[in-house]
């Protein structure tokens, strides 16, 4: 109940005033029935703009920390990101990848949409950066079709260590659904889950119009949070 409050009355307003939002596509996105989508990584409000000009709701994977502070504000925090519908998933450890699985099949397994970013965080630059296999392996795994979408202008109004959002206008695009069934069977070999994650970074790629960077976006963040360039981080490989 809360998710479509939020989404049609307390912010929903809000952020159509702000970002005058479009969505191109949305007939790609099936009525009911489980599926993947896969999204750019552009900013913070990516994963409210997103819900909002989606009619059916979408689920994503959240880091615990965002559930597990003390106090008042995490108790409010916790309320807020279970209600707009993120699911924590522990990201420390060598079982973080599995927990991620188990709690995305889950999400699917119910019939419902569950979205991921494959960049893993947000992109420092605008710039599309090389996406990670978890994605690939859990469409492999459970056989469901994966939804390309592009976020496009929702850096220009949640610029990287920004907090008043500035007006602007962004547009949803939706690709064509990715089928990979003909790669069943074959979910825990590398080099096809490569292959996939490389399929789906390029279809984000043409939606969206962004430079593709075959990097890792991680690892250009440094340990103070600032950032090095792509190109410092090529030249040093």
């Not at 188990?102 to 992109?123: F, H, I, N, Q, W």
């Not at 500035?166 to 939706?174: A, Q, S």
């Not at 064509?176 to 825990?188: C, V």
């Amino acid at each position: 109940m809360w998710y479509f409050i939020f989404k049609y009355i307390l912010m929903g307003p809000g952020l159509r005033l702000m970002g005058r939002p479009t969505i191109e596509g949305h007939d790609r996105i099936p009525k009911s029935g489980s599926a993947l989508i896969a999204s750019n990584h552009l900013a913070v409000v990516d994963s409210f703009y997103l819900p909002l000009m989606v009619r059916r709701r979408i689920f994503f994977l959240a880091k615990s920390e965002y559930f597990t502070e003390g106090g008042f504000k995490g108790k409010f925090k916790k309320w807020f990101f279970s209600s707009s519908g993120q699911i924590p998933i522990d990201r420390s450890g060598a079982s973080a990848a599995a927990g991620a699985l188990t709690a995305g099949k889950r999400v699917l397994d119910e019939g419902r949409l569950l979205c991921l970013y494959p960049e893993g965080t947000r992109s420092p630059d605008g710039r599309l950066y090389k996406g990670k296999t978890g994605l690939a392996r859990m469409a492999l795994e459970t056989g469901n079709p994966v939804i390309p979408i592009a976020m496009v202008g929702t850096d220009r109004i949640n610029p990287p260590g920004t907090i008043l959002p500035r007006p602007t206008r962004i547009t949803v695009r939706v690709g064509e659904p990715l089928d990979f069934s003909r790669y069943e069977g074959m979910a825990g070999n590398r080099f096809i889950e490569r292959a996939v994650t490389d399929e789906i970074m390029y279809a984000l790629m043409r939606l969206s119009g962004q430079q593709y960077v075959d990097v890792y976006a991680q690892k250009l963040k440094n340990d103070d949070g600032t950032y090095k360039t792509a190109e410092e981080v090529m030249d040093n490989a």
